[in-house]
């Protein structure tokens, strides 16, 4: 069956379920914890349905159930609607919208995400994940899959069991609800670009105990730059239901369908030999017509949560993901020991390359959690055990490299049609990793005293690990990565000093492993470190209004850090490295009247390396973001947003390249034309500001003004 055609069986099923259901629609609210179903003989039965989902309430950086304000940590959640009025349909635009992180989209298809100074490597579904290879990742996942998502920043690795000072980003999926009803979503954008959603939720039994939700999405996206072309198709649907009178059990499956068409591998070269920096169109690209990077990903759960004794729950969490990766990519590179362009805009050299991929990861997670009296005071408490498996492989195709490979460009920006595509001769090269981290942890929050909270744990891991690395070297040449054993303590206080005001401090030590090798083709030991945090956070308005303001430090040892390319082998290496990350956030985010939300981050960052001298040139010292909406008092069905980011001035690790500082620009306006129809107009990058997305591996364009409509109707 075509995507085409899956979509619209999905349609019909959506829209049959609709006249089905109409007058069934349930009266519970969505929040609720339980349920009343009417017995035959008229009596009243309580029946579990969902976990409580409260406003600002999150598990990402303990796993302790608490409220953002009274985590020891900076927490930042981009919610559903906010993703929706922006038009952020993938997960890199979404996280955009976030405080205190940067998206370094260097190719089309990869990026790196980076929070106080240092690489995310670890991302996380509903809590649960390992950490990414070399920070980097792969395409973009559906945000319309999502709920909300959380940007949890400095070190986290009390659950994750591996982690640096940089943060975590937690993605938290939709799960049923208490009600019946959706909504369809059909989007027209630049370039000819269409988008099509729908989200439907169903109570299956009459008693309420049983819903499901299915997500479907589809994105037909051209781009400003030359040829890239993006087709993807997601597919998610999710049950959950009540088994016994104490027993909740949840399970879901997800596909996603991502092909891409003349993608970039690798960045723009935009510096000249002799000196000076090139410009170029914004619609320059490296690649080439015949190219393309394709992706499947199927990922299932099953959760099982049941209820010890009144405070007291066990859960039980399986995860399975697969991924595939079907590549023809072309890279146009600078030859060992050339500085730059040459002045008429050759020099460049170009390398086809062919390969399958796969990916497997399966995670298995049990903890108790609950809480106790002790001391005349009531605490919490979660203890656990996990272990996650990765197995990577992946297939590279020869060629004839006398004839295809290294030829020489014309002058940038050349055409898609100059480099033939190789005759492809079967596989050449084979590269084959895996590592398995098993971890036990606990965490408890102590009540000292009314005002005094203590949060204190433990994380004991065991990570081994042997074959190469996915974009690494090692393992090529029997290289073994030993087994490593560490223990990380996490500890943070905090004080209410009024009601509405708490004051924190925290205190963790940092533990990652890293995927890079040295000259001689061996693994960096791991990264070690110390982070410290200490904050102020106040509810304003009813609560309807947070603020936060945190200092924090953090020294990483032995972190990798580029060092050149072996002429021998023309493979990259690196050197361990100190560096040391200090700086101050602050947010308010909530709302500011009856029809009003904001929300304003700001980041101020400094970062050293062994000699004292600003390290990672490429990471923005200073940033400002923003997000205003309100609906028109004198038109209440118009509501109206603007959203942004400003940074200030970056370049790349050589300081041939660089980009100052820019503020871009977001707008939306949303108009109800009934109480089920809704048009949204988003305008991106307002002012049309030329701009290189990031120069951590290289860097392309931005963006140009962009205008996309959209229609919104609740089934």
Known sequence: MTQKLMLSACAIAVCTLAGQVHAQAQAQAQNETQAQATT???????????AKRAQRVSKGATGLPMEIKDTPQSISTIDKQDIVDFGATGSNEALRLGTGINIEQYETNRAGFNSRGFDIQLTQVDGVGMSNDWGVVVGQQDSYLFERIELIRGANGLLTGVGNASGTINYVRKRPKNEDGGEANVTWGPYGSNRLALDYNKVLTEDGSWAGRLVVAREDKDSYLRGLQDLRSTVYGVIDGQIGEHGMLTFGFSHQRAN?????????TLNYASGGQAEFDRSSSTSQDWTYWNTRSNNAFVEYR?????????????????????????????????????????????????????????????????????????????????RSRQQSDTATQGYDTATYGDQPLPAFPYRGDVYPEPEWTGVASTTDGEQTLTRLYAASRLALTERLKAIVGVNAIKLQREGASRYGNAGTNGV??????????????????????????????????????????????????????????????????????????????????????????????????????RGFEAEATGRIGADSRITLGFTRLKLTGPDGNDTSLWVPRTTLNFRFDTRVAQ??????????RWQSDVSNSAETVRQGSYLLANAFAAYELNER???????????????????????????PRQVSMSVNYKL
Not at 42 to 50: S, Y
Not at 260 to 268: F, K
Not at 545 to 557: G, M, W
């Open 40 to 50: 035959a003989d008229g009596g009243a039965e309580k029946i579990v349905v969902t």
């Open 260 to 268: 891409q068409d003349s993608p970039m591998w690798g960045s723009l």
């Open 306 to 386: 049941h209820e010890l004794a009144p405070d007291w729950e066990l859960k039980a969490t399986v995860n399975h993901r697969e991924t595939t990766e079907d590549t023809k990519l072309f890279y146009a590179y600078l030859p060992t020991g050339v500085a730059g362009l040459n002045d008429n805009d050759t020099g460049l050299i170009g390398w086809p390359y062919k390969s399958h991929g796969t990916t497997k990861n399966n995670l298995v997670d049990l903890n108790l959690s609950g809480e106790f009296e002790a001391f005349g005071r009531r605490h919490s408490l979660i203890a656990g055990l996990s």
């Open 480 to 581: 073994s990565y030993p087994d490593t054993k560490e223990t990380s303590p996490y500890v943070g206080l905090t004080y209410d000093i009024t009601p509405a005001v708490l004051g924190y401090v925290s205190y963790s030590t940092i533990f990652q492993n890293q995927d890079q090798t040295d000259y001689d083709n061996v693994y960096l030991d791991p990264m070690k470190g110390v982070n410290t945090e200490a904050g102020v956070k106040a509810e304003w308005l009813d609560r309807k209004l947070l603020t936060t303001f945190a200092v924090f430090t953090a020294e990483q040892k032995g972190l990798a850090t580029y060092a050149g390319i072996r002429t021998d082998t023309n493979a990259s290496w690196y050197k361990p490295e100190d560096v040391k990350s």
């Open 635 to 644: 038109l209440p069905q118009l509501r109206l947003g603007v959203g942004g």
């Open 677 to 703: 129809t809704t048009l949204r107009l988003n305008v991106d990058n307002l002012t049309d500001k030329k701009y290189i997305g990031g120069l951590s591996g290289g860097g392309i364009y931005g963006a």
